[in-house]
């Protein structure tokens, strides 16, 4: 099936404007994080990073299709020694405007860079916040089961006839239900942990996420054909995830360089769909 996939130059906030109501499926998109990368982006100083960015997020509210889910990829930066709050300030405000935080995922840095501070430890984790319109809303979980590995062989084994069908527990654990909703097969579903590397080989941009981060949260969040929007979109790391996994996405960069590099970029990429693969979770 053939897939669409476009480049647009300019700021989300004025792009947008033109892009229908309700016709995005997916938006994962990693924007500018507070003062950073300040010669492209401007630098938007943390005080002032909500500000900035809930206009651009009442766009993507309008353009996303009620079952359709919005990933964030954002982390706190360090201001005067402390974690600026300006993240969990923007949470709040998305809220406020409509969306709901339906859940947070956290990408772990396999291969972060080594170095001591005097008050803290290296970054190793960086947050993927998903918003939803509404509770309902499209998830392929199977897209994304992992093997069991050993643990299949060493804890179900253990497990009695009523550890199988027992359904009501009181504390809410995983084993309280029944385990063939999430056991099929030695396969497993994963947890909200991505154990992914990040990015080494785009010596083009500084802060392209791994292919296989939005690869992940492309085959939950969508189908065949459905159309992906980065309004952020760099490099085109995920637009070229998308159009492998036979996905239309639309990507949208206000620096002319990272918009001829995506259009290379997606120029080589290839049709591939790519079958379901474990490099970014480990097994349980």
Not at 65 to 72: A, D, E, I, R
Not at 77 to 106: P, S
Not at 227 to 238: E, H, N, R, Y
């Amino acid at each position: 099936m053939p897939v669409e996939t476009l480049i647009k130059e300019g700021d989300c906030l004025d792009v947008l404007q033109s892009q229908p109501s309700s016709s995005i499926d997916l938006m994962i998109t990693s924007p500018p994080y507070a003062d950073s990368r300040q010669s492209t982006y401007g630098g938007i100083h943390p005080d002032r990073y909500v500000e900035w960015f809930l206009p651009r997020a009442e766009q993507f509210l309008r353009v996303l299709k009620p079952t359709g889910s919005f990933v964030l990829n954002i982390k706190e930066k360090v201001v005067d020694g402390e974690r600026h709050t300006y993240v969990l300030e923007l949470i709040l405000a998305l809220r406020k405007q409509g969306w709901l935080w339906t859940e947070e995922y956290i990408w772990h840095k396999r291969n972060c860079y080594p170095g001591k501070w005097p008050n803290r430890f290296r970054d190793a984790w960086e947050r993927c916040l998903h918003f939803t319109k509404e509770k309902k809303f499209k998830m392929n979980q199977d897209a994304v089961m992992i093997p069991m590995g050993d643990w299949a062989g060493s804890r179900l084994k253990s497990l009695g006839k009523n550890d199988v069908v027992r359904f009501d527990s009181k504390v809410g654990s995983g084993f309280g239900k029944n385990i063939a909703n999430w056991v099929r097969r030695s396969m497993a579903y994963p947890t909200n942990v991505l154990h992914l590397a990040t990015e080494c080989g785009n010596r083009k941009h500084s802060a392209a996420f791994p292919p296989a981060l939005p690869e992940w949260f492309i085959r939950v969040f969508t189908d065949l054909g459905d159309w992906i929007l980065d309004p952020f979109a760099g490099s085109g790391t995920a637009l070229k995830a998308a159009k492998g996994l036979g996905r239309n996405a639309m990507g949208i960069e206000r620096c002319p360089e990272y918009c001829a590099l995506a259009q290379e970029i997606l120029n080589d990429a290839q049709l591939v769909l790519m079958q379901p693969e474990s490099h970014y979770v480990t097994a349980l």
